[in-house]
């Protein structure tokens, strides 16, 4: 969705919207709708030179592989469980499949805190995670797996 009406928020110097018209706007979406999403990223604005612009990106086959083998690390992690995917556990299961070390334990209780999370965002930032960490061959979750996933929360945050 966009921002507010006209699209720029928050470039005020493009926006002119009136604070209670962005905040009508983004009411469309109220905060628990919001929750069920589970990840939220604010796509930036790119100029004409960005376009144009030969990037060197991964490729749609390369990402496909990754996302094959992320999906064959979770169909053997849930063999006995009767579910296939990450976005399939319950708060029982992510108890035992998302378990965390103490540094990260600590960085999700302060974001928790800070971002006065639900306990159903909680939850959604550690499916994510997992997801993130498999994306990555990684059997644990680390602060890196934890941080991008958190990152993908903030956005209620600085909106609504
Ligand atoms: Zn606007």
Known sequence: MNPCSCGYYPDRNKCNCSIPMVKRYLGKISKPMLDRFDICIEA???DFKELQTKSKEESSAKIRERINKAHQIQAERYKDCNIRYNS????????KFCKLESKEQTLLEKAFIKMNLSARAYHRILKVARTIADLDNSEKITVKHLSEAICYRSLDDKYW
């Open 44 to 46: 930036m604005n790119i």
């Open 88 to 95: 399939q556990l319950t708060p029982k299961t992510i108890k």
